[in-house]
Nanobody, 115 residues
Framework: QVQLVESGGGLVQAGGSLRLSCAAS????????MGWYRQFPGKQRELVAA???????NYADSVKGRFSISRDNAKDTVYLQMNSLKPEDTAVYYC?????????WGQGIQVTVSS
């Protein structure tokens, strides 16, 4: 089992920045992928950004150039730096840990961007 604890969400004005953090604990494997997804009301969860323990990174087109994902493998923590936020970034953001065919989710954290 893997537990994920997210922090850093909140309310910000358009153009502002937020940094999300997600710390993993439990049965952590050395090779894994940690990332962030978001869910808009009435929509399916979608990938925002993900980064493997080996350094491979993937971003949704809608956040490229504005969001940056990073990891501290020693702390099993992933971060999402969100800059130039837009009202359309408003969503619940979920941390995800994937390894060995198993996927775990955080509880979700609200990000609200006001216009």
């Amino acid at each position: 089992q893997v537990q994920l604890v997210e922090s850093g969400g909140g309310l910000v004005q358009a153009g502002g920045s937020l940094r999300l953090s997600c710390a993993a604990s439990g049965s952590i494997f050395s090779f894994n992928v940690m990332g962030w997804y978001r869910q808009f009301p009435g929509k399916q969860r979608e990938l925002v950004a993900a980064k493997s323990s080996g350094g491979n990174t993937n971003y949704a087109d809608s956040v490229k150039g504005r969001f940056s994902i990073s990891r501290d493998n020693a702390k099993d923590t992933v971060y999402l730096q969100m800059n130039s936020l837009k009202p359309e970034d408003t969503a619940v953001y979920y941390c995800n840990y994937y390894s060995g065919g198993r996927s775990y989710w955080g509880q979700g954290i609200q990000v609200t961007v006001s216009s």
